[in-house]
């Protein structure tokens, strides 16, 4: 069972409203990811981060995104204005170590739907 | 900018049955290259990696990689309905995330 927590599991949001999805890591990952799956399963990197620093990030997360890991809470990934296309499920992941290692586990994700 | 593509789109084999599934990449210089399987509804899990060019073995399931030819496989062998989920392959270049193909689904039928 994954130990990757996402909450919540279903976000519904209008045009324009913010959408907010946190994640707990598994205990001991500091490096963390955010996906988004779309509806024809293709993921899309967005943020990840090593311990509280972002390593890596898209240009549409840059602008539109809002997204932290701070020490001994929940990883949180808001987007500021959603629209339609942001319909999607977004998943986190975790690792045990850096970029280079391995496997990463990921948690159910979030099913965001924008109306 | 790293390419990952999976064929077939879908699968549908008997019980039994070989399955094999295939990604090609286009980054000559990447490093690490796996295998997830997602079934309806749940995360995706990983089930294979491989580093460097050849074989490996785990279970019912076969990893090849051969870097050359920049492509990487995987193949179950005796197929289970269970194992009926979207398949996802994924490959590190020099970056410092997994870029994931678009899956293959495949149903293995009774």
């Known amino acids: 069972n994954s130990k990757v927590i996402q909450t919540p599991r279903y976000l519904v949001k209008g045009q324009g409203q913010k959408a907010k999805m946190r994640c707990i890591p598994e205990?001991?990952?500091?490096?963390v990811f955010w996906y988004q799956q779309n509806k024809n399963n293709e993921f899309k990197f967005l943020i990840n981060?090593?311990?509280?620093?972002?390593?890596?990030q898209i240009d549409m997360t840059e602008k539109r995104f809002s997204a932290e890991c701070p020490s001994n809470s929940p990883c949180s990934l808001e987007i500021q204005s959603s629209e339609a296309g942001d319909s999607a499920l977004y998943l986190c992941?975790?690792?045990?170590?850096?970029?280079?290692?391995?496997?990463?586990?990921f948690g159910k994700g979030t099913r965001l739907t924008v109306v | 900018q790293q390419k990952v593509q999976q064929s077939p789109e879908s699968l549908i084999v008997p019980e039994g049955a070989m399955t094999s599934l295939n990604c090609t990449f286009s980054?000559?210089?990447?490093?690490?290259f796996a295998w997830y399987r997602q079934h309806s509804g749940k995360a995706p899990k990983a089930l294979m990696s491989?580093?460097?060019?050849g074989e490996k073995e785990e279970g019912r399931f076969t990893i090849h990689l051969n870097k050359a030819s920049l492509h990487f496989s995987l193949h179950i062998r005796d197929s289970q309905p269970s194992d009926s989920a979207l398949y996802l392959c994924?490959?590190?270049?020099?970056?410092?995330?997994?870029?994931f193909g678009t899956g293959t689904k495949l149903q293995v039928v009774p």
């Open positions: 992941a975790s690792s045990l170590s850096g970029p280079a290692n391995t496997e990463v586990f």
């Open positions: 205990k001991g990952h500091p490096v």
């Open positions: 981060f090593q311990n509280q620093e972002v390593l890596q």
């Open positions: 980054d000559s210089a990447s490093q690490y």
């Open positions: 491989i580093f460097s060019n």
């Open positions: 994924a490959v590190l270049n020099s970056g410092t995330y997994q870029r």
